[in-house]
Nanobody, 124 residues
């Protein structure tokens, strides 16, 4: 399974972006999925996660109320709607999928497939 994230870019503080992640080369529609980000000089951190049937959604405290994760299993896509963006949201955003943890783990090591990442820059 290959994952491809898209939708990053430069946005002003307070703005919005929607990230998308497409799966190919196999099906990830039954996998737990997550979005992670890595800022310069920092470790990769979980942003949001969604279980295989979207019955569970989880968010980092820093993005609660601003970001929304969703998925479309028919299209094998996962999305991250990001509103009220802040400079500290800047980083490379990665989508990930786990066939081992359909409930969507918070740990990067529990994910089996990773996209290349898309850069989000929040700056005026």
């Amino acid at each position: 399974v290959q994952l491809q994230a898209s939708g990053g870019g430069l946005v002003q503080p307070g703005g919005s972006l929607r990230l998308s992640c497409a799966a190919s080369g196999g099906t990830a529609s039954t996998f737990g999925k997550g979005w992670f980000r890595q800022a310069p000089g920092k470790e990769r951190e979980l942003v949001a996660r969604i279980s295989q049937s979207a019955e569970y959604l989880g968010y980092a405290d820093s993005v609660k109320g601003r970001f929304t994760i969703s998925r479309d299993n028919a299209k094998d896509m996962v999305y991250l709607q990001m509103n009220s963006l802040k400079p500290e949201d800047t980083g490379v955003y990665y989508c990930a999928a786990s066939w081992r943890y359909g409930g969507a783990s918070a740990q990067p090591g529990d994910y089996d497939y990773w996209g290349r990442g898309t850069l989000v820059t929040v700056s005026s």
